[in-house]
């Protein structure tokens, strides 16, 4: 990687910085309904689903790729303001423990699981999904749920990850990856966008290695930029900008859909064999 692209690299502490800077918000924006800090899937791109309900749909598609149910413990990996994992411990009867670096997140998140009568199932602590402090073996299912792209080092996140599921337990995540070479005149947007705030683009075909060297088995690899990015990037370049910066202006995602169909979103499910 070349010095000028590792200056782009997020670290831990601008990432949650950023997030602490508008968790309070999330409740009172087009996050509201569903509380969810990720983009939304929709089946028919034309669909006039509210981005509230299709994030909702990628949650769902993702927790029933975890087969768990009223017995699971489940570990979500950078858990934003709380929406997915008090949504999957209400729809499974699943226990749910999430992390993330912000501090704000972890406060909106853990009165959501209250409000939610469920904050006896559902904990939201803060902590770095890259130094995971839980005794090996402690869930039954882990999901991160657009995190990934924010971890200085996937290998790391997802050893990390390894460790802390059982035998025979599922991890679903989704991750922003380089789909095509990006040309040279889309480069300086890519950069905007990731700018201290993401890592690096990861390629699919990285995945299968970096969850062997993990301990997890890859099961299923599914490119959905198609169902999610079109409609999220108009989303995010007329309102998340706002949501996340108030009157300063950044430009970080003007022009953002130049750069579909290079980078795109996948889901991945991998699972930490039995023996
Ligand atoms: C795009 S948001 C997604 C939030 C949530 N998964 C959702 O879908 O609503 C990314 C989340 O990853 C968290 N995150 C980023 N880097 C992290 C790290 N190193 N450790 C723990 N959480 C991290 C952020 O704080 C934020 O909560």
């Not at 918000?25 to 983009?39: E, K, N, P, R, V």
């Not at 699971?72 to 008090?86: A, E, I, K, R």
């Not at 882990?142 to 035998?167: C, F, K, N, W, Y």
Request: charged share 25%.
């Amino acid at each position: 990687m070349s010095q000028e692209k590792a200056n782009l690299v997020s670290t831990s502490d601008e990432v949650s910085r950023l997030y602490d800077r508008f968790a309070a918000q999330c409740a009172a924006s087009m996050f509201g309904d569903s509380m969810s800090l990720h983009l939304g899937y929709r089946d028919d791109p034309d669909s006039e689903v509210s981005f509230s309900e299709a994030a909702d749909r990628l949650t769902d598609l993702m927790t029933e790729k975890l087969k768990i149910g009223s017995g699971s413990h489940v570990l979500d990996v950078g858990c934003g303001v709380g929406g997915p994992g008090v949504r999957i411990a209400r729809l499974t009867g699943a226990r749910v423990t999430g992390i993330s670096v912000s501090q704000e997140q972890i406060a909106v998140a853990n009165s959501l699981a209250e409000s939610a009568g469920l904050a006896e199932r559902v904990v939201f602590q803060q902590a770095n999904a890259m130094e995971m402090l839980f005794p090996a073996q402690s869930f039954d299912a882990a999901i991160a749920l657009e995190s990934l792209p924010h971890m200085p080092d996937r290998g790391q996140v997802l050893t990390q990850i390894g460790r802390a599921l059982r035998p025979g337990g599922r991890l679903v995540l989704t991750d922003l990856f380089e789909r095509a070479p990006i040309p040279a005149a889309k480069q300086p947007a890519v950069d905007r966008l990731l700018n201290n705030f993401m890592s690096t683009l990861v390629r699919a075909e990285d995945y299968p290695p970096l969850l062997r060297h993990a301990g997890l088995w890859f099961e299923e690899i599914l490119d959905i930029s198609e169902q999610t990015l079109p409609t999220s990037y108009v989303w995010l370049q007329s309102e998340l900008e706002t949501i996340m910066f108030g009157d300063e202006v950044t430009g970080r995602f003007d022009g953002i859909d130049v750069i579909i169909p290079e980078v795109g979103y996948l889901m991945v499910v991998a699972k930490r064999p039995k023996r």
